[in-house]
């Protein structure tokens, strides 16, 4: 998986790149053309800092234990319950997970598991914490399967101003629990469905840390 070296996302390297070179062509015309330029050459220098930390990619300690399912997303929780699992039809327990734009944006794996099915859907990009985002946004899933036979679905969701899924693993890949595997570029939503008798260790509202919270104990 890539990343998992890199203190930034490599993913950010053309937006800190970018904005870091026209923030420097502005200051060389506010040098010798008008200082005026000097003005858009330090918002340009500004979006290159938050781009680095936006990307920021820290290290985590994940915790140990066959069962335990991890948050694969560092955010708040925003949604707890029984659903139907639109994907496979299965009535399962849901965690949604919002990423704000302050949020560390590399996902990573809830548990380690084999990928059995990936999919893509394209949709629509409402703001994620409208249930209307569960169904109709553009999104991208993957279907883990433990070693003894337990399924779990994480699906990636993009929102109003995420418009960028990115995600390394497909079906036929072992993950392993706290290992990244993607990210969503500017704000997003992370959706967990677990099977049903899974110990639920987190509450509404709260604050997740990708690969060191603990979301819930497996049946």
Known sequence: MRNTN???AVEGYPFIAGFAAVAALLALLGQFLH?????????????SLFSVFFFRNPERVTPPGENVVVAPA???VIFLGKVTEPHTGAEMEKISIFMSVFNVHVNRAPLTAKVVDDFYTKGKFYDVRDERATFENEQQGLVLETDKGLRMVVVQVAGLIARRIVCYAKAGDRLTRGRRYGLIRFGSRLDVYLPLGTGIDVVMGQKTVAGETVLGILP
Not at 35 to 47: I, M, Q, Y
């Open 74 to 76: 560092d955010g708040e």
């Open 35 to 47: 200082f005026g330029f000097f003005f858009p050459a330090a918002l340009f220098a500004l979006l």
């Open 6 to 8: 890199t203190p930034v």
